[in-house]
């Protein structure tokens, strides 16, 4: 009873503290942006500000039950991802599902993402959905080639174990550098972020997928998107950075996987769709196809 009881307990607490991780890291992401571009800044509480206020939202416009489960699918992906995810004193279920299992998992908030604006009648939402889709088949083809190569490496697909061994042996990015330095690209990629930004599109009037989002539906989104730092962020210092043996050690590394794809995305212009498609099919697939043939 007692091992159901811990179970459960993190099952709880292991999505809890991913968005609560989240909000400090969209308020970092906002930071960088503000002292690259020489300004101040928001608050420290401006994120729950946020939040606070587009829940508070009378939402005007609900396209039926549909659009309500799209989102739903968007936020939950990332919420049941967390699970599946291991860090420090919880494994959650990790072991038991293992990477595979959690790459099919992240496909979910970007299906579900789709499903929702899809029963829309607005053609921006139709146009930003069919760029989030193309971008995910972007990121996804170098992620899962680095994925199988770590696999390979490890001769295992569980987090748990590989984490085990990055802390007895060596961590991944110096035995992997090269399937390291795909996945940070696709990193960038998978968090939606510049020079990848083209199916949010927040400086053109048509923003892509929250053209028809308001409110609590927007609100929803921004739940989402600390979910998504967060878990791009232990994923990758699962992966290759041997996790953490204590919060402090594992927060400080995630802060610094997500903080450089972010500094970068205040950095280049935005590519567009098709030039995306072209340089993460062409670089990070070239270099982990190239790390694969090391470590076999």
């Not at 035995?175 to 996945?183: T, V, W």
């Amino acid at each position: 009873m007692s091992t159901i009881t811990e179970l459960l307990t993190e099952l709880f607490l292991m999505p809890l503290i991913a968005f609560m991780v989240g909000l400090a890291m969209v308020l970092m992401l906002r930071k960088i942006g503000a002292r690259l571009q020489r300004r101040v800044g928001p608050p420290l509480l401006q994120p729950i500000f946020d939040i606070v206020k587009l829940y508070g939202k009378d939402t005007q416009v609900s396209h039926g039950l549909i659009h309500d489960i799209g989102l739903v699918m968007a936020v939950g992906g990332y919420v049941a991802a967390e699970i599946f995810l291991p860090v420090p004193g919880m494994d959650g279920i990790a072991d038991k599902g293992g990477i595979i299992t959690l790459s099919y998992v992240m496909m979910v908030p970007s299906l579900g993402l789709a499903l929702g604006v899809g029963q829309c009648a607005n053609p921006n939402g139709s146009i930003g959905i069919s760029r989030a889709l193309t971008a995910m088949l972007a990121y996804d083809i170098p992620f899962i080639i680095v994925v199988f190569g770590v696999a390979a490496h490890y001769q295992s697909t569980s987090l748990v174990g590989m984490i085990e061994y990055q802390q007895a042996h060596q961590w991944g990015i110096f035995e992997m550098p090269l399937l390291a330095a795909a996945g940070l690209f696709a990193l960038q990629g998978m968090m939606g972020k510049q020079p990848f930004e083209i199916y949010v599109a927040p400086a053109e009037i048509a923003t892509g997928p929250m053209v028809e989002m308001s409110g609590k539906y927007m609100g929803g989104l921004f739940v989402m998107q600390t979910f998504q730092l967060y878990t791009a962020g232990v994923l990758y210092t699962s992966l290759f950075l041997g996790g953490g043996s204590n919060w402090f050690e594992f927060l400080l590394k995630i802060f610094v996987v997500v903080a450089i794809p972010m500094s970068v995305a205040f950095v280049f212009p935005r590519y567009r769709t098709e030039d995306m498609v072209r340089i993460m099919w062409k670089w990070p697939v070239m270099a982990a196809l190239i790390g694969i043939a090391f470590v076999l």
